[in-house]
C-alpha cells in the first residue's frame, strides 16, 4: 500500500467554497476511514510552497445537507494525513446589526442546538474519552485568521457566540429572537461537530464564518433564503481564498503552544489494560500514544 503523504495544513471549504485555487502539483486522494468514507476526495498540492489538503464539505456539486455530513470520517482522513491545522470556512447568517453581510466573524464559543448528528469518536462501550470543550476553537488559530482577514481586506470581528443549529431549515422568527436573547453574534449549521471532533483528534480548529444574510430577525430585512446565501458566498469566495492562502504560512510560524495538540492527556478515563486490541487497533490514530504513555507510567 503506499504510504500516505504528509500533511501539516488541512482546509474545510463551507458552501460556495469548493475548490481553493493556487493549489500546485494537484492529486486526488480517496481515504476510507473507520466511519466511513469522507465527503469527497481530498484535493492534495502544494499552496505558496506549503503541503494542505482541501476537501469541500459538502462534495463537489454541493450534494450533501449538513445533517447528511459524515464529519467523523471527515475529521479522520485529515487526521491521517498528518494535519496539525484545520481551517474551516462556513456561511453564517449575523445576529448583531453592527455585524453585516460580507463581513467575516471568527468565533470563540460555541451553543449546540444539533440533534442527531454522532458528535464523538469515542462511543463505543470499551474506552471512555471526556475531553475539555470550555473553549472550542484554537486561541492560535483564531488569531491568525483575523490577521489574514485583515490582510486580505476584509472587515473582521475577532470574537463571537456562534450557534450551530440542525437545519436543513433556517430558523423561525422566534428561534431567531431567542438565539439574539442567548449573546449569539452568528448562526450557522456546520461548526458542530466539527470542533468537538477535532478537538478530539488533537488539532487545531477555527472557522472563519462569512456572514451571508441577516437570519430572520431583521424588521428591515428580508428573511434569508438559499438564494441569498449563495449570493453573498459568491461575492466573498475571493476573500475567503485570500484569507486561507495568507493564513496558512502564519500558521506554521506558531508552534501549537495552545493545548490542542494534547487534548487527550488525562482525558482517556478507561485504563490502559481495560482497552481491547481490537479497539486499540481502530482507534490508534487518535490514542495510540496516549495508552502507550499511560502503560509505560
Given amino acids: 500500500m503506499a504510504q500516505k503523504p504528509h500533511v501539516r495544513v488541512g482546509i474545510i471549504g463551507g458552501s460556495g467554497f469548493y475548490n481553493m485555487p493556487g493549489i500546485e502539483n494537484r492529486q486526488e486522494l480517496s481515504i476510507h476511514t473507520p ?25 463537489t456539486g454541493h450534494r450533501i445537507p449538513p445533517s447528511g455530513l459524515n464529519t467523523r470520517a471527515n475529521i479522520w482522513a485529515l487526521k491521517s494525513l498528518g494535519v496539525e ?27 449546540d442546538r444539533t440533534r442527531d448528528r454522532p ?15 470550555a473553549d472550542p476553537f484554537c486561541p ?5 485568521l483575523a490577521d489574514a482577514v485583515q490582510l486580505g481586506g476584509g472587515t473582521v470581528h475577532r470574537r463571537g457566540t456562534y450557534v450551530c443549529i440542525e437545519g436543513p431549515q433556517f430558523s423561525t422568527r422566534a428561534e431567531s429572537e431567542l438565539f439574539r436573547s442567548w449573546g449569539v453574534h452568528v448562526i450557522g449549521m456546520t461548526a458542530l461537530p466539527e470542533a468537538r471532533l477535532a478537538r478530539e483528534a488533537e488539532i487545531c480548529y477555527s472557522v472563519m464564518a462569512m456572514v451571508t444574510d441577516y437570519d430572520v430577525w431583521h424588521s428591515s430585512e428580508e428573511p434569508v433564503t438559499a438564494e441569498m446565501v449563495v449570493h453573498n458566498l459568491t461575492a466573498n469566495a475571493d476573500l475567503a481564498q485570500r484569507t486561507v492562502r495568507a493564513a496558512i504560512p ?6 501549537r503552544k495552545c493545548g490542542c495538540g494534547n ?33 509505560d507510567s
Avoid at 469527497?40 to 476537501?55: E, I
Avoid at 491545522?85 to 451553543?111: C, F, H, K, T, Y
Avoid at 492560535?140 to 491568525?144: D, K, P, R, S, T
Fill in 263 to 295: 487534548a487527550l492527556h488525562n482525558a482517556i478515563i478507561t485504563a490502559p489494560n481495560a482497552v481491547s486490541e481490537t479497539l486499540r487497533d481502530r482507534m490508534g490514530l487518535l490514542v495510540g500514544r496516549h495508552l502507550k504513555a499511560q502503560s
Fill in 85 to 111: 491545522w484545520i481551517v474551516a470556512v462556513s456561511a453564517v447568517g449575523s445576529m448583531r446589526e453592527n455585524i453585516r453581510p460580507l463581513d467575516v466573524v471568527i468565533p470563540d464559543q460555541l451553543i
Fill in 119 to 133: 458528535s464523538t469518536f469515542f462511543d463505543e462501550p470499551g474506552l471512555v474519552v471526556h475531553v475539555g470543550m
Fill in 35 to 59: 466511519f466511513g468514507s469522507p465527503s469527497d476526495r481530498l484535493l492534495l498540492g502544494t499552496l505558496d510552497g506549503v503541503a494542505v489538503a482541501f476537501l469541500p464539505r459538502h462534495a
Fill in 250 to 255: 502564519l500558521a506554521l510560524e506558531q508552534h
Fill in 140 to 144: 492560535e488559530l483564531m488569531h491568525v
